[in-house]
């Protein structure tokens, strides 16, 4: 079966994920219907965990995490770096997706 880790479980820590989501879809430019398009997970499901009334399923966590191109380090509170340096294309240095789509455009 699939390794869960809660799906009611720990209401602070999904209500701390949420938010960070939301940080990391903010500094992307996304909004929750960009990444139902970008992965696997329904409007309803989706809604939950950006509201905070979910745990999510660590397979979940991960597909929302390469779709935002954001560590899930960042996302569970073991870093305040949304990206991973040590990933190639991700640093935490780096322009956000927004900004690089503005500079594009100039």
């Known amino acids: 079966g699939d390794v869960i880790m809660s799906e009611r479980s720990d209401k602070p820590l999904a209500i701390f994920m949420s938010r960070r989501f939301r940080s990391a879809m ?3 430019g996304l909004n929750s219907a960009d990444l139902i398009r970008k992965t ?7 809604s939950n965990y950006m509201n905070g009334h979910f745990m999510m ?6 597909e929302l995490c390469e ?23 991700s640093c935490m240095f780096a322009k956000t997706r927004k900004e690089k789509n503005e500079d594009e455009s100039v």
């Open 40 to 46: 696997t997970i329904g409007h309803g499901q989706m």
């Open 26 to 28: 903010a500094d992307n």
């Open 57 to 62: 399923r660590v397979d979940k966590l991960k």
């Open 67 to 89: 779709a935002l191109g954001c560590s899930s380090d960042y996302i569970l509170g073991l870093s305040d770096f949304m990206y991973n340096p040590a990933c190639p294309g």
